[in-house]
T-cell receptor, first 112, second 111 residues
C-alpha cells in the first residue's frame, strides 16, 4: 500500500546529540516537506524538496538540515540537539498537480 | 498573503450531537481548501478538499464542508458526532507546496 513513513515515532535524547529523523514515501512523489508543530500551534514548513538533490528552507527558520539523495527518502538532521528543538516533526509529500499533501504520522522529539 | 483563521480553539459536543467547525480564509484567487484531522500522537489525515465546482464537499468519516465565497468560509460539519471523532482539526489553504494552516480546533466528545 502506498504510504509515507516516519521513524522513530518518539525520541527522547540528550542535549548536544546528533539525530536524524527518517521519512520515506512509496507513492513516487517528487515533492516532499518537513513541518514543525509545537503543542497547540499550527504547522510551519521548515524544509521542502521538489526532487532529488533539490532542497530549500521553508517559512520557519530551523537549525535542522535535510537531504534528498533518493526520491523516496527525505531525512532531517539536527547536528546538536537542544531543548528548543523539542517539538513534533511531520513529513509530507505531494505528487503531480501539486494539489494535496499526504502526511506521515510524525516524530515527537524531546530534547532533555 | 494567504491566511486561515479557526476562531474556536476548543469545542465540546455530546456524542450524537451535530458539529460545525469554523474556518475563514484569506486568499487572492479561488482557493484550494482542506480539512485535516489529527488524532493524539498521530499525523494529519485528509478529511476533504475543495478545488472548484460544487460548493458542498463530502469527505471521509461522514464529514462535509461548504465553501462560501461571500463569507470567505469553509466550515466543517457532521450531523452526528461519534466519540472517536475527538481530535484536533486543521483547516488549510493553498497548494500542497504552499499550505497555510490554521491554529486548529480541538474537539472533545462527551458521552
Amino acid at each position: 500500500e502506498a504510504d509515507i513513513y516516519q521513524t522513530p515515532r518518539y525520541l527522547v535524547i540528550g542535549t548536544g546529540k546528533k539525530i536524524t529523523l527518517e521519512c520515506s514515501q512509496t507513492m513516487g512523489h517528487d515533492k516532499m516537506y518537513w513541518y514543525q508543530q509545537d503543542p497547540g500551534m499550527e504547522l510551519h514548513l521548515i524544509h521542502y524538496s521538489y526532487g532529488v538533490n533539490s532542497t530549500e528552507k521553508g517559512d520557519l527558520s530551523s537549525e535542522s538540515t535535510v537531504s534528498r539523495i533518493r526520491t523516496e527518502h527525505f531525512p532531517l538532521t539536527l547536528e546538536s540537539a537542544r531543548p528548543s528543538h523539542t517539538s513534533q516533526y511531520l513529513c509530507a509529500s505531494s505528487g503531480k498537480g501539486d494539489t494535496e499533501a499526504f502526511f506521515g504520522q510524525g516524530t515527537r522529539l524531546t530534547v532533555v | 498573503a494567504q491566511s486561515v483563521t479557526q476562531p474556536d480553539i476548543h469545542i465540546t459536543v455530546s456524542e450524537g450531537a451535530s458539529l460545525e467547525l469554523r474556518c475563514n480564509y484569506s486568499y487572492g484567487a479561488t482557493p484550494y481548501l482542506f480539512w485535516y484531522v489529527q488524532s493524539p500522537g498521530q499525523g494529519l489525515q485528509l478529511l476533504l478538499k475543495y478545488f472548484s465546482g460544487d460548493t458542498l464537499v463530502q469527505g471521509i468519516k461522514g464529514f462535509e464542508a461548504e465553501f462560501k465565497r461571500s463569507q470567505s468560509s469553509f466550515n466543517l460539519r457532521k450531523p452526528s458526532v461519534h466519540w472517536s471523532d475527538a481530535a484536533e482539526y486543521f483547516c488549510a489553504t493553498g497548494t500542497a507546496s504552499k499550505l497555510t494552516f490554521g491554529t486548529g480546533t480541538r474537539l472533545q466528545v462527551t458521552l
